[in-house]
């Protein structure tokens, strides 16, 4: 089997046409990388570098073989810094929950910076209802969970406060609210209103939450702004994190102060905490700051 740091040699000596060149990029001696892409050729049977000239310069061969030692090379780091983060205690499968009703565009942001981290992890993450959440959390199927503080503790799980999500009333900028200078709770009563389908019209958030006789449910913070965007009726969303086009935001009479959310990262209770866990909770806190 050919050893990767011959490969490198070649690599680096075709890279900088040089094989002096070449040593100082990988900090091997000219002896030594000229050694090994000898040694290299001598094992694959073909010549690499044509060496007539003052600078070693690519055979048809040695280009014909280029590409593959890159691949090779890449490989092999990768498997090793892979094999290198799971010995140190990096899991190989990490499952985040959020709730459906948060915009979830900062947390995809966060999920690409932990891929680029970890590329070997696999990730699942799962935008569900708060109920179906800690019941994923109760039988051990998720690693960390982002969802509403609920009073009391938990016999099943562990948890951290992050902080609050501002809640908005929204609608379309062609919506007849948007026209109103000032907007009345007879007003919204009288207009369609936007709700979560995950609140169970028994729960007692459902009942303080709805106040048009006119409901629309649906589940998901995008699908509830496409809908308030498309002009179906007016919506309580979480404050995004950016500017959304096409929408107006409301301050209803009834809305004296400014309406919050708190929440919490959670997970299996006597779960050791790693440090994809640590990476998630000190990259959500401050979407929560913010908001």
């Not at 983060?85 to 979830?104: K, M, R, W, Y």
């Not at 902080?163 to 000032?182: E, F, N, T």
């Not at 303080?208 to 409901?215: F, Y």
């Not at 997970?267 to 979407?287: A, C, D, M, S, Y």
Request: proline share 4%; charged share 20%; glycine share 6%.
């Amino acid at each position: 089997m050919i050893k990767p740091d011959l490969l490198k040699c070649f690599i680096a000596a075709a890279d900088t046409g040089s094989f002096s060149a070449a040593g100082r990029l990988i900090g091997k001696h000219l002896a030594t990388v000229s050694g090994n892409i000898a040694r290299l050729e001598d094992e694959l049977g073909v010549r690499l570098f044509d060496r007539d000239g003052k600078y070693p310069q690519l055979t048809d061969a040695g280009l014909n073989l280029y590409d593959g030692a890159k691949v090779v090379v890449d490989s092999v780091e990768r498997f090793t810094r892979n094999a290198s983060q799971l010995s140190a205690g990096v899991p190989a499968a990490f499952t985040l929950a959020i709730d459906e009703n948060v915009d979830f565009q900062p947390i995809a942001l966060l999920l690409k910076q932990a891929q680029q981290q970890w590329p070997h992890l696999r990730f699942k993450v799962m935008c569900h209802c708060v109920s179906d959440i800690f019941d994923s959390v109760r039988e051990g199927e998720v690693d960390l969970a982002l969802t509403p503080s609920l009073e009391g503790n938990s016999q099943f799980y562990e948890f951290q406060a992050i902080g609050h999500c501002d809640v908005m009333i929204a609608c379309s900028k062609q919506h007849p609210l948007a026209k109103k200078r000032q907007v009345t709770n007879d007003d919204l009563m009288a207009h369609t209103q936007i709700l979560s389908s995950a609140l169970d019209k028994q729960d007692t958030l459902y009942n303080v939450t709805k106040m048009s006789p006119s409901v629309c449910c649906v589940n998901g913070y995008q699908s509830m702004l496409q809908l308030v965007q498309a002009g179906v009726g007016w919506a309580m969303l979480s404050s995004p994190h950016k500017e959304v086009q096409d929408i107006k935001i409301l301050t209803p009479e009834f809305m004296q102060t400014q309406m919050q959310i708190q929440y919490d990262l959670i997970w299996p209770k006597n779960q050791p905490l790693n440090e994809v866990h640590q990476f998630f909770i000190q990259g959500i806190k401050p979407i929560f700051s913010k908001a």
